[in-house]
């Protein structure tokens, strides 16, 4: 079975004071208007997809293709507080592409998804940059933001990754702050955020997409 990590999530209510949105009425005296309620976000709790193949060589975790895909602190911090988050614009050190971005769950049903994989960021790049990525090792990267339940106080998250076999096996190893995966050349970084959990799954096999599951217990 799949071990993860638990969240903690404090939910703090600050009730405010201030100027209500109010009309007057004929009369003279002023009616509130009624508060329009937050719409309905579903949780999801499962999710499965393909991580494609990387270019890891004989590296050991190598960085996503799109750099700054693993600072999922920063993402999850900067949904929490509805500041503007960060977008992805370039591929290894310093050769730039469009921009992507990871949507705020939000709007997007409860999870948004950002999958990057290096053979087609190479092909997509154009031949020159694909030239000065040579020779460098790479993770393909999958980045998942999920908004969890308003009345989540802690919950398990576990992780699984298919290996050479097929099979799915448990990514439960801690190492230099990420989950290793038993099927190895793949892990995963995970940061929470009052009702964020941003996660992003690396795979740098040469020749293997991955199947992924994530199932989160609330």
Known sequence: MSVGVKWVILVILLLAVGACGCRKSGGGSTVSEPAKAEPEVPFVK??????????????????????????????????????????????????????????????????SILMSGVEEELKGAGPQAAKALEGQTYASCTTLAFLLPKNATQGLVAVSAGAADGTLQPCNLTQDGYMRCQAGQAAW??????????????????????????????
């Open 46 to 111: 499962t999710k499965e997809f393909v991580a494609p193949r990387g270019r890891g060589g004989k590296a050991d975790n190598p960085p996503c293709i799109r750099r700054g895909m693993e600072e999922v602190m920063l993402l999850a911090k900067a949904f929490a507080t509805q500041q503007k988050q960060p977008s992805y614009a370039i591929l290894g050190n310093d050769t730039a592409t469009s921009p992507m971005a990871v949507e705020d769950p939000r709007r997007a049903q409860g999870l």
């Open 189 to 218: 970084v995970s940061f929470h955020e009052n009702r964020y959990l941003v996660m992003t799954f690396k795979n740098w096999a040469d020749d293997l997409d991955r199947p992924v599951k994530i199932e989160i217990t609330p």
